[in-house]
């Protein structure tokens, strides 16, 4: 495929579009980890919520 | 399953699990077949090959409006209704929006420097679109500045809903006023202006942008629940250390 004499400037568009979609994506998994992280130390310290005590409490 | 069960942060969050991987499945699908259909898009009589930054940039412009609309709608869940996932969903929309727009703008000034021989220029749909990004920054700032979320949710609510006059004006500036802007093509009374070897391609594209923008806000979504639940249990054992 010939891009023409404007290639860089497609290349570059496309380049931009994935960069800003990779870092929308890291950007939500890495907050998903590190919040992961953070509920789980409270609940290995037996910090839970209210809600979270009546569903065990039901099961 | 009832739509108001979904009101229980609990229940969303079961569902987005069981949703997310199909969603994600479905846009990787969307972006293969609509990639594929770019590729072999033919080039513009006028444009040339640069035609194909349009298959990245109008998806872009239509998601960096969608989200603000998006917004808008759950700004009203919040302020009518009190929904409780309303402004976890106006929250998580605002930093997606800001990118889309972002790219929107980006791209386009990249399609403009061959085309119009300028990289920017202030014209009513550029500098309307640039307004809209400056909104979603701000809309970012106000929800960081307010600790209190439900405070700031009303808060953004009301920005958010005075901030929806700009979407109208984006999308008449073309047609209000004198713009280096192309009118519209896509969306337009008597049909789309744009030949079917391209339009398809286009609308392939806006459908995986929309996939990705869905499974990208169901996600952040769940971590913005997630995000509540540590605060709520920080706020808890703050509590319990000073013996409230």
Redesign the interface.
Known sequence: ???????G??V???V??IA??A???A??VF??RH??R??NE?EAHG???R?GRA?EDKA | MRLTDLANPSRFLALTDRILPWLAVATLLAFAFGISQAYFAPDDYQQGATVKIMFIHVPAAWLGTFAWILMSIAGLGTLVWRHPLADVAAKAAAPIGAAFTLMCLVTGSLWGRPMWGTYWVWDARLTSVLVLFLMYLGVIALWRTIEDPTRAARVVAVLTLVGAINIPIIKFSVDWWNTLHQPASVLRLGGSTIHPTILVPLIVMLIAFTLLFLALHLAAMRNEIMRRRVRTLLIMQADAATGL
């Open positions: 495929m010939n891009l023409g004499p404007h290639v400037f497609i570059t568009a496309y931009a579009a800003i979609v870092g929308l994506v950007w939500i907050e998903r919040l992961n953070v509920l409270f910090i839970r919520r809600s569903q």
